[in-house]
């Protein structure tokens, strides 16, 4: 790709772009095909990609697909009936998945968004940062089942 976009080969350039954008849905396929396959519930937050689009965290989040992803997950649930759930996902970074304090130790801010790793000062709870909030938007969507609140 550098290398047509520097000989300025703009049709070559195009047609590696579509060839990513391909690769790309394509992998997006076969994993939400497998996520839909290997469990009964499937439960996502709530954060948009357009949400973001302000924050330096939108290129990366578009590159994701994550709103592609989100889509092929919940058709693909429907048709196998396997249970998909929204829920919001404010706090769900902030928020200790092991005590529920939110502890002055989280990750919070424009600053949190580096950290990866915390311990909960709270409850010495250990923490990877995207498992502690899966397991946070996991829960809230098991509250939502248990209570049978409608789907936004
Ligand atoms: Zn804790």
Known sequence: MGIAQRANKKKRV?????????????????FSTQLVNNNAAIIVGDVSSTKLVKTKMAKSVLDA???MLKTQLEYKAIARSVVFEVVNESYSTVTCSCCGAIPDSSPKGRAGLRIREWVCSECGAEHDRDVNAASNILAAGHRRLAVGIPAL
């Open 14 to 30: 195009k047609a590696i772009h579509a060839k990513i954008k391909n690769r790309r849905k394509d992998a997006l396929h076969k």
């Open 65 to 67: 697909g994550w709103s």
